[in-house]
Each structure stands twice: as C-alpha cells, then as structure tokens.
C-alpha cells in the first residue's frame, strides 16, 4: 500500500537553528515527490519536485533530497518567516497523489 | 488571475442542506483535484479530473458528495444533506500533465465549510 509518513510532527528552533524534516515513503513506482508550504489559512504553496534518488533541489534556505525511500528538507539558517506547515505528497505510477500529514515548524526570533 | 481560484472563500450551512463549492482551475491545465482538509490533518484525496477521461472518485466519503468538470475547466463539489463532520476546508489543485513525469499541483486558497 502506498504510504506517505512525515517526522517529527512538529519541530520548534531557534532563529539560525538549522535542521531536517524527513519523508518516509512506499510507493509502487514513483513519478514524483512534491514539498509544499502551507500558511494557516491558505493552500499550499508548491516548493519542489524530485523525481529520482540522488535528485537535490534548492530555494533560499531550503533544500530538498531524495533517495529511494526518503526525502529531506533541510532548513539552513531559518528565520521566523519560515515558520509554516511543510507537506510532502509522493505521486505513484499509476497517477495517485498522497500527501503525508505534515511537519509544523516554528521559528522563534 | 494567474492562480487557481475557489468560491466561496467561506460556507456557514446548517445540517441538512446542500452546498455547492466552485474551483477555476489555471488556465489550459488539464488535471484537477478536490482535496479535504479538517483541522490540523493532512490533506485528504476527494476526486481526480484529468482531460476527457473519467473521473477517478475513489476517495469521495460518501454517495453525498459528487462534483463535475464542465468544459475541461471549471469545476464544482456538491455535498448533498451536509452532516456536522462534512465541516473542513475544501480545496482545489489544478496541473499540467507531463507524460512521464510527476504533476506539479497549484492551489486555490480553499473553502472553509462550517456546517452547524
């Protein structure tokens, strides 16, 4: 069955704190692994697309990796304005999307 | 607007009603979702439009839920005789589909739908 499990649920750091959000995954041939900003109220906001293991991409402070079961968002130097909830969706051969449950991340000044 | 809209922004219902729920997709992409999400959840697969194909339904709750796609553009989520626990926010994707390759989604804001 194909599963999408983000760690730690929620993640609280000083401003400067770098650190890593984990997505865990099994799916049945992978076409994509997505990271997405949420704001309270809003959508979410796209950040990445990985599509392969070895697969690294980077915006601003963060940057997203992938391997064949994993993926990590690695947060360098965070500033409070990048306190958000951070979702991370797997999409499998045959076209479904999962989204995991999502990582709440605080930043205090 | 560029983006993917929905409306409206907020729904207060009593139980029992129906309501409708409205996304205009980006324009010119073809594949578009209907997600649920209750508070402090992740986000939970309702419907998938892609072109001309039929629907994927397969995480609609209920026989109370159905929604089309008029035109290949915009589409609407029906929730037939709301029930208190229909209440979440509502929210629609749209994307291009590249063979091959994964489909990044674009949001709408969303529909927080209150049903009392």
């Known amino acids: 069955e194909d599963q999408v499990t983000q760690s730690p649920e929620a993640l609280r750091l000083q401003e400067g704190e770098s650190s890593s959000l984990n997505c865990s995954y099994t799916?049945?041939?992978?076409?994509?692994l997505f990271w997405y900003r949420q704001d309270p109220g809003k959508g979410p906001e796209f950040l990445f697309t990985?599509?392969?293991a070895g697969e690294e991409k980077e915006k601003e402070r963060l940057k997203a990796t992938l391997t064949k079961k994993e993926s990590f968002l690695h947060i360098t130097a965070p500033k409070p304005e990048d306190s958000a909830t951070y979702l991370c969706?797997?999409?499998?051969?045959?076209?479904?999307?999962?989204f995991g449950s999502g990582t709440r991340l605080s930043i205090r000044p | 607007g560029a983006g993917v809209s929905q409306s409206p922004s907020n729904k207060v219902t009593e139980k029992g009603k129906d309501v409708e729920l409205r996304c205009d997709p980006i324009?010119?992409?073809?594949?578009l979702y209907w997600y649920r999400q209750s508070l402090g959840q992740g986000l939970e697969f309702l419907i998938y439009?892609?072109?001309?194909?039929?629907?994927?339904k397969s995480g609609l709750p209920s026989d109370r839920f159905s929604a089309e796609r008029t035109g290949g553009s915009v589409s609407t989520l029906t929730i037939q005789r709301t029930q208190q626990e229909d209440s979440a926010v509502y929210l629609c994707?749209?994307?291009?589909?590249?063979?091959?390759?994964?489909?990044?989604?674009?949001f709408g804001p969303g529909t927080r739908l209150l049903v009392l």
């Open positions: 994707a749209s994307s291009l589909v590249a063979a091959g390759g994964g489909e990044t989604q674009y």
């Open positions: 799916v049945s041939g992978l076409r994509g």
């Open positions: 990985l599509y392969s």
């Open positions: 969706a797997v999409q499998s051969s045959a076209s479904k999307i999962i």
């Open positions: 324009s010119g992409h073809t594949a």
């Open positions: 439009f892609q072109g001309n194909s039929a629907p994927d």
